[in-house]
């Protein structure tokens, strides 16, 4: 394995994702890319995610002013960076892509040729799940290459 895609979006769980992820990589001494996917611009306007990599609120990286699709790539680019500094590894490449999220995840991985795919995976159900979709269900029905799948659900209070 020589190169490993971390796709990554604004929750809250991507700094797990990102940091298993990359301890996966350095475990197979492989490349890491860090891949942001922008789709729709209605999406972003919604956010309202927790800290993250020393964010406060996603209002931070700039999207939810952003007035144009230049103005999201910039603030992915900031968020993609941050992780970067992060993971204490000047060497990490960052990408972000528009598009569908899965179909950008799969071309983005072809396209490097990467040998794993890391994501997360929200565990949505039920009417979320067929209203959202699932980005990790999309891309383990059409890749050709392996995937690392982190479960991001959060744990319920017993």
Request: glycine share 6%; charged share 25%.
């Amino acid at each position: 394995m020589k190169k490993i895609l971390i796709g990554l979006d604004y929750d809250p769980a991507a700094q797990k994702i990102a940091e298993k992820g990359y301890e996966l990589a350095k475990s197979m001494n492989a490349q890491v890319i860090l891949l942001h996917v922008i789709s729709d611009y209605k999406y972003y306007s919604a956010l309202d995610y927790s800290p993250i990599l020393g964010y406060d609120s996603f209002s931070n990286l700039g999207a939810l002013q952003a007035n144009t699709v230049d103005e999201l790539k910039a603030a992915a680019q900031r968020y993609l960076d941050t992780t970067k500094n992060h993971l204490g590894d000047a060497t990490i490449q960052t990408v972000v892509n528009e598009g569908d999220f899965g179909e950008a995840i799969l071309d983005t991985a072809k396209k490097m040729n990467v040998d794993i795919i890391v994501m997360g995976t929200h565990g949505r159900r039920g009417l979320d799940k067929i209203l959202m979709g699932s980005v990790a269900e999309k891309v383990l029905r059409h890749s050709s290459i392996p995937l690392y799948i982190i479960p991001t659900k959060k744990e319920e209070n017993k």
